[in-house]
Structures are given as structure tokens and as C-alpha cells.
């Protein structure tokens, strides 16, 4: 029985229990046996539940994560690695290179097995867009760990720190530089007599007001970011007056290029949205058609329901927004003509603000250049709920 019973445990059958009653020597030595069963059983189960648990920590990572043996080949992968690789859990049993065609990552796999370090990290681009930092750790048995780690979205905002950074430098730096150069001049006595003097000091003032206009746009912008991380009370609110209420600020420009506007909005447009930035809005599309319109031209507003929202639309008859320009001029400072734009006073932050506070109060924006239809001019579209569902316009 105590044979047998040795057998079956060496075989895997923990439950296996002796069951005698004989001398005591026998009674002894099945009940050592009877134990050392139990306690394999536990520690196998104990082991068992680990393994689970770290495959559950595996399979739940985002991280791809894969084994390699001493002469580093895959022994193991989770599952985000077989995406991060988009190769099949066969995988198993061939060289990084094989799976990754990334000769860093395979140089990096050597390194980590046979040079004396413990620890590797690089930084490699897949899948074009796609940036991951890449952890190797020696095991110590023999082999290597290799963690990969998506960081494309830091990397992107790291980048648009840097750019905005740089673009704010260079537009202050524009006007600054040329305040400097006359406000130097003027320092000459004999200069400050002269008929230019007068000149310089309203190009000057004309300078610092630009500045100050960069400062303010921006302290915008950022306020209107902050406010959408918190949601501001939204309420509902005339669309039309406040579109009324930009177009008054707007009129002295529009007289001086002769242009005309078309309004096409009923008398009440109720949307759900907040009031400062609604005029904001249209002041901003407003300011745009009229600054980038030729003279003599026409500027027409006009709005669409659709399902539960209003679409406003603001068109004129400008030059347009060449294709590949019209998702970029929604970004900070980004400008189809730089140097017209800011010679017209523009600091290409307008359409930026226009997206966050239209954002902020739950809509879209967008433009169409040309407008349907016509073979010139543009047209920019932004959404906001309707505040009385019934409403017909
Ligand atoms: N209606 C339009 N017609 C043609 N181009 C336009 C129009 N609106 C905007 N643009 C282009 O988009 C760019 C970005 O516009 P945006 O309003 O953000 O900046 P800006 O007008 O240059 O400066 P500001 O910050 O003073 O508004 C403009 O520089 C211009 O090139
Ligand atoms: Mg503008």
C-alpha cells in the first residue's frame, strides 16, 4: 500500500492518502507520507495561484513585456507586446529582430546579455508614429526581461511645450526688438527734435499694443483651458444678440473696407452656451473675414439646426484656406501667410481661442474652403446645443 501510495504521489497524485492499520513502524511511515502529500498539494497550489496572478499582472499590462533566454530568443510575451510586435504568440522561440525588424531594439537584446550591465534603456519609433522606451533587465539566471512603454503622447506634449515656448519667443521677440531699436534712437537728444520723432513713437506704441494683445490672447487661452477641465455653468442663450453684440465691435472695420453684412440669423437662436465667449467666438470669425476679405466684398451669417444642435455658419468671399492649411489654423500661432498676417496685426492665436471656448461649451468648429457651391472665399461652421429642443428656425 505504502509502495503504491509512493507511486501515485510520484506521479502527481497529491490527494493520494494511505490508509493502514498495521505495526506502528508502518503507521508512522504512511503518516510522514500522508503529510509530505499534503504539503506538496499546498505548495503546488500556492505556486499555482502565483503563476495565475502573475500572468493576470502580465495579460493586464499595457506595457509589452517579454522574456528572453540566455542565447536571446523570446520565451515569453504578454499580450500588449504581441500588439506592440502586431506578431502572433508564435513568436515564441525567435530573435527580436525576427519579430520587431528594429535592428536597435535586437542591438540592445545582445547588449543586455552579453556586455556586463544589469540595466539598458533606449528609445525607439515604430509603426512610424509610435515612440516607446524600451527597459532591458539582465536576470541574473541566465536571459533578459524587456519592457516596452508607449510614450508617444508625452513625447508629443513635450514637443508642443517646446513649440509654443519658441513661438511665443519669437512673437514677442518681433516687436520687442523693434521698440529697442527706436526707443534707442529717441535716446539720442538731437533726434527726439526732429520731425521723425513722432513716427517713431507711435510705431513704439503701436508695438507695445501688439504685445499686450499677444499677453492678453493667451491669458485667454488659458483660462478658457482651465475652464474646460471644470465646466463652466452653461446656460441657455441668444445666439443672435450675441452675434449682434460682436458685429457692433466689428462694424468700424467693415465700414473702412466697404464691406457688407448679411445677416441671416432669426431673431432668437437659443443655444446652451456661455455668453463672454459666445461674442468671443463670433467676434474672433468676425474679425477674421472682415481682416482677410478684400474690399467691396460680402460677409454672410446664417445658421442650420441639425438633430439637437444650431450650426452657425460665417462666410465671405476672401481668398480661402488652402486644404492643407485648414486643420492647422485651429493650432497657436499658426499662420497660412505669416508675414501678411502680421503685418494685418494678427497673432494667429484668434481661431485657437475659437476652438477651446466653442469646445468648452460642448461644440464643433470647423471650416469649409470654398464654401459649397461658390469656387472662393471660406466658410467656418461651429455647433452648440440647442437650449429649447423644440425649437424651430
Ligand atoms: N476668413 C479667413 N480667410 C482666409 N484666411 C483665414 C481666415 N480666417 C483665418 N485665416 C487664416 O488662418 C490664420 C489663423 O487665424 P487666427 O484668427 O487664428 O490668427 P490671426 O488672424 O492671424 O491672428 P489673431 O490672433 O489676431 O486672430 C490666419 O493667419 C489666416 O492665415
Ligand atoms: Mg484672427
Redesign the pocket.
Known amino acids: 500500500k505504502i509502495i503504491d501510495a509512493a507511486i501515485a504521489i510520484g506521479q502527481g497524485q497529491y490527494h493520494q492518502t494511505i490508509d493502514i492499520n498495521s505495526s506502528k513502524e508502518f503507521l508512522k511511515l504512511s503518516a510522514c507520507i500522508n503529510d509530505m502529500a499534503t504539503k506538496i498539494r499546498e505548495n503546488i497550489e500556492k505556486i499555482t495561484e502565483q503563476k495565475q496572478e502573475l500572468e493576470a499582472v502580465l495579460e493586464g499590462m499595457q506595457e509589452g513585456v517579454m522574456l528572453l533566454d540566455k542565447d536571446g530568443r523570446i520565451k515569453a510575451t504578454n499580450q500588449a507586446l504581441t500588439w506592440i510586435a502586431k506578431c502572433s504568440p508564435t513568436c515564441v522561440g525567435h530573435l527580436p529582430m525576427e519579430v520587431f525588424l528594429n535592428p536597435e531594439v535586437q542591438q540592445a537584446c545582445d547588449d543586455i546579455l552579453k556586455n556586463g550591465k544589469a540595466h539598458l534603456r533606449i528609445r525607439v519609433v515604430m509603426h512610424p508614429d509610435t515612440v516607446y522606451e524600451v527597459n532591458l533587465v539582465r536576470i541574473p539566471e541566465g536571459g533578459a526581461v524587456v519592457v516596452f512603454h508607449d510614450i508617444s503622447e508625452l513625447v508629443r506634449l513635450e514637443q508642443a511645450r517646446q513649440d509654443f515656448v519658441a513661438n511665443v519667443s519669437h512673437e514677442l521677440r518681433t516687436p520687442l526688438t523693434s521698440i529697442k531699436g527706436y526707443a534707442e534712437t529717441l535716446m539720442d537728444e538731437k533726434f527726439r527734435a526732429s520731425s521723425q520723432a513722432d513716427a517713431f513713437i507711435h510705431t513704439i506704441v503701436k508695438n507695445a499694443n501688439n504685445m499686450s494683445?499677444i499677453v492678453n490672447?493667451l491669458l485667454e487661452l488659458t483660462k478658457l483651458q482651465q475652464r474646460q477641465k471644470e465646466p463652466d455653468q452653461l446656460s441657455p442663450v441668444n445666439g443672435t444678440a450675441c452675434f449682434i453684440s460682436a458685429w457692433e465691435t466689428c462694424m468700424p472695420m467693415c465700414r473702412d473696407k466697404n464691406i457688407r453684412m448679411i445677416n441671416r440669423l432669426p431673431d432668437i437662436t437659443l443655444v446652451i452656451a456661455q455668453e463672454n465667449s459666445l461674442i468671443q467666438v463670433f467676434r474672433?470669425l468676425l474679425?477674421?473675414?472682415i481682416?482677410?476679405?478684400p474690399e467691396n466684398t460680402t460677409i454672410t451669417v446664417f445658421c442650420e439646426p441639425a438633430d439637437n444642435t444650431i450650426v452657425f455658419g460665417i462666410q465671405?468671399e476672401?481668398?480661402?484656406?488652402a486644404l492643407r492649411?485648414q486643420q492647422r489654423?485651429?493650432e497657436r500661432f499658426?499662420?497660412?501667410?505669416k508675414e501678411?498676417?502680421r503685418a494685418?496685426?494678427?497673432?494667429?492665436?484668434?481661431?485657437?481661442?475659437?476652438r477651446h471656448a466653442v469646445q468648452g461649451m460642448g461644440g464643433k468648429i470647423w471650416?469649409q474652403?470654398p464654401p459649397e457651391g461658390t469656387t472662393s472665399?471660406?466658410v467656418?461652421f461651429f455647433t452648440l446645443e440647442k437650449a429649447d429642443r423644440n425649437i424651430k428656425l
Open positions: 494683445n490672447d474672433n474679425d477674421n473675414a481682416r482677410y476679405s465671405d476672401g481668398p480661402g484656406i492649411h489654423i485651429f499658426y499662420r497660412v501667410d501678411r498676417s494685418s496685426g494678427g497673432t494667429g492665436l484668434g481661431l485657437a481661442i475659437c471650416v474652403s472665399g471660406s467656418f
